[in-house]
């Protein structure tokens, strides 16, 4: 089972690093009741009404980096509402994950916090950037460099539950797959997670692009690390076989206003279906973990 499910009896009494070490051992930290304030009825009407229509992008986001909502147009009012509404949800996750796991967060990046307002099943997206494919994350927000990606999410459905899918977390998964797939360092260069030339080169235009004030220029910077976990995120869902394999699928379902989060570069995971979800997303550093051989990196290193 890849879910842990704490309710605020069990989310008071967990030892100091026990949901730290859940997550980095691959699991869902699952909350059946969001352990913070959601915004007020009146916002969340508004957000599932009013914005399916409005969207312009994959999904709707508030971008810290540049202090801007991207993915809506409109009425300049209606987008400050919007702005207001994942700034404030943003800093209310911040906050509970900095108590709630503080050896994680010390010195962490705060990222994009993404409402959903469409359902996940049937959007006849291509098949990198759909949901509904088990993967991965990798490749989205810049150079990682093997600092972790943490992601809450919350179901803003007052109804429907949330359905996910998983094939397992990372270790399994690159043991079994990583060959095929073209990321075990036996089918690739020696120390080809090593940064080269071009990429110091890449990272300093990106730095010199954000001292600028192109705030999400960091989007733009790559790494060799990185562009394997997208090589492998990708394959996984370019491959039918893959996608159709039943050995370790477990679907799990997030019932209306539960919370959720997980590494979403260690555990692989689907949407099958749901409408209107928050979605955060931290970089927490490698040098925080407490089990830093079960990071993705260090797994493809130990290779």
């Excluded at 070490?21 to 869902?28: A, F, I, P, S």
């Excluded at 994680?104 to 993404?114: A, D, E, K, Q």
Aim: aromatic share 8%; with cysteine; glycine share 8%.
């Amino acid at each position: 089972m890849n879910l842990v499910s704490y309710t605020a009896e069990a989310l008071a009494a967990a030892a100091p690093c026990e949901i730290a070490d859940q997550l980095e051992g691959g699991r869902v930290v699952h909350f059946p009741v969001c352990p913070f304030e959601l915004p007020s009825d009146g916002d969340q009407k508004f957000l599932r009404d009013e914005l399916p229509g409005l969207l312009r992008l994959k999904n709707i986001s508030y971008h810290p980096e540049a202090d801007r909502v991207r993915g809506i147009e409109g009425d300049p009012a209606l987008v400050e509402r919007v702005h207001r509404l994942l700034l404030g949800h943003s800093r209310q996750v911040g906050q509970f994950l900095e108590e709630t796991v503080p050896t994680l967060t010390r010195n962490w990046t705060m990222g994009t916090c993404s409402f959903r307002p469409i359902q996940e099943q049937g959007r006849n997206l291509k098949p990198h950037a759909s949901n509904e494919l088990v993967h991965i994350d990798a490749g989205a927000y810049g150079a990682t460099n093997g600092d972790r990606i943490l992601r809450f999410f919350v179901n803003l459905n007052p109804s429907v539950d949330r359905v996910w899918a998983t094939k397992g977390a990372f270790p399994a998964l690159y043991e079994k797959y990583g060959n095929a797939a073209g990321i075990r360092s036996a089918t690739v260069a020696p120390n080809y997670l090593n940064k080269g030339p071009l990429d110091h080169l890449r990272t300093g235009i990106v730095r010199t692009l954000s001292a600028c004030g192109l705030k999400m220029a960091h989007v733009l910077d790559s790494s060799p690390y990185d562009r394997m976990m997208r090589q492998f995120h990708n394959f996984m869902k370019d491959t039918p076989e893959f996608q159709a394999d039943q050995d370790e699928h477990e679907e799990i379902r997030f019932g209306p206003f539960s919370a959720w989060m997980v590494f979403t570069d260690m555990l692989s995971h689907a949407s099958l279906s749901g409408q209107y979800a928050l979605v955060t997303t931290g970089i927490v550093p490698l040098a925080n973990c407490r089990l830093p051989e079960l990071a993705p990196i260090n797994i493809l290193r130990a290779a």
